[in-house]
């Protein structure tokens, strides 16, 4: 994935969510679960890189940041429980599309 649209589309494969827009500025997207409204993928853009903040177990966070050079302490959020993972090229689809479940996994 390199684009903010194919991180869109791509979560928007999963059951029962939605794109959503709430605030002012409309770069940031997040997608959302229609039951209970928690966010499982805030995708927006700094410093001219597209980034998602998804949410990770405790226990892997360290884990994914170690693995990773471009999966940070997650930007604007606890991150004790959230990641920013960069679409820089330096983390594979497969292991962002992990990320992404294991994130709706954990917010439905």
Not at 16 to 43: C, G, L, M, S, T
């Amino acid at each position: 994935m390199k684009t903010r649209a194919e991180l869109i589309t791509y979560c928007l494969t999963y059951p029962d969510v939605y794109e959503d827009y709430p605030f002012r500025d409309h770069q940031w997207a997040v997608i959302r679960h229609r039951k209970n409204k928690k966010v499982f993928a805030w995708i927006y853009e700094r410093d001219g890189i597209v980034c998602i903040n998804l949410k990770c177990d405790p226990e892997w966070v360290e884990f994914w940041r170690k693995a990773f050079s471009g999966v940070l302490p997650g930007y604007h959020l606890n991150k004790k429980y959230w990641n920013t993972v960069l679409l820089d090229g330096s983390v594979p689809k497969k292991d962002i599309c992990r990320m992404i479940g294991e994130s709706f996994d954990l917010t439905t």
